[in-house]
Nanobody
Framework: QVQLVESGGGLVQPGGSLRLSCAAS????????MGWYRQAPGKERELVAT???????NPADSVKGRFTISRDNAKNTVYLQMNSLKPEDTAVYVC??????????????WGQGTQVTVSS
């Protein structure tokens, strides 16, 4: 009933920037934490960054200072601004959101992922 749709991925040169978006839609009473994971073929899944409903952020050490997570509660959307991109940032980026409905407990929903490729 709830869908998360990512956008903004693509091919970028090292040192470049991309901005990912993830919009949640459906029957939503509210959203708690939102964030991004990434998965590369030769690496373990990594939690990139999270953001609470109040806007507190927690980026991973590997992206701290380069990536910024933000959200727009009115649009049920989370963003990931990625600057100074490196080849090792290449991965499928997947967003998630803790969604709750009236009369039910919170459930985590996942997007389908968007490919980010950093290469010259």
């Amino acid at each position: 009933q709830v869908q998360l749709v990512e956008s903004g991925g693509g091919l970028v040169q090292p040192g470049g920037s991309l901005r990912l978006s993830c919009a949640a839609s459906g029957s939503i009473a509210g959203i708690n934490d939102m964030g991004w994971y990434r998965q590369a073929p030769g690496k373990e899944r990594e939690l990139v960054a999270t953001i609470t409903s109040a806007g507190s952020t927690n980026p991973a050490d590997s992206v701290k200072g380069r990536f910024t997570i933000s959200r727009d509660n009115a649009k049920n959307t989370v963003y990931l601004q990625m600057n100074s991109l490196k080849p090792e940032d290449t991965a499928v980026y997947v967003c998630f959101a803790g969604v709750y409905h009236y009369g039910t407990s919170s459930r985590t929903y996942w997007g389908q992922g968007t490919q980010v490729t950093v290469s010259s």
